[in-house]
């Protein structure tokens, strides 16, 4: 299947027209995480005589961002194609000029393949496209089972969602539970209840800062800080050594996890625990956590060989193989359709339908406007949450703190 998979790929991008070269030409992809794109690398490097693409990681997004920002400032440094990340997105959207405008390489038709909230999140006001999108952080929620049978607990995936519509009564569920934490930090919780609080989060849409007055933010903070009275927290900090440990150790039960964090569960967590990890609904009504575009920086030496390779790798059949290879979501509607996507199960995780629990909902999800400091607010936030978990602070002194850090950067 993979074989027939990878030729219909080469097939499809001959017949895209994308052009060969045969000079040497090494292009240079500046990510974080994991995109899942070595295959599809040495499958475009196939069709492409000539071609080599070369891929320069940071595995996390906090330790990539100022680099970029710093590429970027000095005009070296950058590479071919980057990732931009929702969260960073509109920092880097404010100077469009520093990207090449794909609509210069036929990038405008390809709107129909992209969800339309999608599509629009990298279009300047003067109608630059400066990125494709890659994949959407469509949520759920990964388990324990094992665990929660040891607690005496239901432990299908159907049943366990069943157990906590919202928020309020994940909390009685986690009350009840016995044995290890209930989940694994107020931070990795806070960020998904507050994508579920509206449109917006830090700022409005006119970016202007408006974490003391927008209800949503304090909601999420409300309802997190109830999850860490109650004792649920196993207070560990997400992509910390303790963090990935938990996962093979038991220190926590539940994991709210979009797609893309399926693919660093089972690394962390190994092939001793296949099956014991499952995957089902996330309370309250669903939400987008995460998610990134493909862009061209000007100071690209090969910028239309650049902006064909990001066409591929964003392309349905990009999008599907990603998703194959570490549950990166598609943000395609085509690759999201595919039943390749659609009936696609995770063998690792029990088998769950993750095709079908990520896609029913992403379709019909709106964006939440990220404002131009939303990742260094959110460390601020998840900063005064940490410390009302380890009792440095007490909740109302941490929001203050919150508040305080967070006008304090944007002056």
Not at 27 to 53: C, M, N, W
Not at 364 to 370: G, I
Not at 385 to 393: G, I, P, R, S, W
Request: net charge neutral; aromatic share 10%; glycine share 10%.
């Amino acid at each position: 299947m993979r074989r027939l998979f990878a030729l219909a790929t080469v097939v499809a991008l001959s017949a895209c027209g994308a052009p060969a070269t045969d000079d040497g030409t090494t292009l240079v992809v500046k990510t974080f995480s994991q995109f899942g794109y070595e295959d599809l690398y040495r499958e475009y490097e196939a069709s492409h005589p000539g071609v080599k693409i070369k891929e320069e990681n940071i595995g996390k997004l906090g330790d990539y961002t100022p680099k970029l920002q710093q590429w970027m400032q000095t005009g070296k440094g950058a590479g071919d194609v980057v990732a931009l990340e929702e969260g960073i997105l509109v920092q880097f959207m404010a100077k469009p000029d520093q990207f090449v405008d794909l609509r210069e390489h036929g990038a405008a038709s390809l709107e129909p393949n992209f969800l339309p909230w999608k599509w629009k999140q990298a279009v300047s006001g003067d109608g630059k496209i400066v990125g494709l999108g890659t994949d959407v952080g469509a949520q759920g929620m990964c388990y324990r089972k094992d665990l929660f049978a040891a607690a005496g607990l239901p432990a299908d995936r159907s049943d366990v969602g069943a157990l906590w519509p919202t928020w309020d009564a994940y909390i009685e569920v986690g009350k009840s539970f016995k044995g290890a934490k209930f989940f694994d930090s107020a931070g990795g919780v806070f960020q998904n209840v507050l994508m579920q609080q509206g449109d917006h989060t830090y700022y409005d849409t006119s970016n202007k800062l408006v974490i003391d007055s927008n209800p949503g933010v304090r909601e999420a903070w409300d309802t997190t800080i109830r999850m860490v009275e109650a004792g649920l927290s196993a207070n560990v900090d997400q992509w910390s050594p303790q963090w990935n440990a938990g996962f093979k150790n038991g220190a926590f039960a539940t994991i709210p996890c979009p797609s893309w964090m399926l693919g660093t569960i089972e690394k962390q967590a190994g092939p001793e625990l296949k099956g014991k990890w499952d995957v089902t609904r996330v309370p309250g009504d669903g939400a987008v956590r995460g998610g990134s575009f493909l862009a061209v920086p000007k100071q690209s030496q090969h910028q239309k060989e650049a902006a064909e390779l990001a066409k591929f790798l964003t392309s349905a059949r990009g999008q599907t193989a990603a998703f194959k290879s570490r549950n990166n979501f598609p943000s395609s509607p085509q690759a999201i359709d595919d039943p390749v996507v659609r009936e696609f199960t995770n063998p690792y995780f029990g088998d769950a339908p993750v095709g079908k629990i990520f896609g029913e909902s992403v379709k019909a999800l709106k964006p939440v406007y990220l404002g131009p400091d939303n990742i260094a607010i959110n460390d601020r936030v998840v900063n005064a949450l940490t410390a009302v978990e380890q009792k440095k602070l007490t909740a109302d002194e941490a929001w203050s703190k919150a508040v305080a850090d967070a006008q304090r950067l944007v002056k």
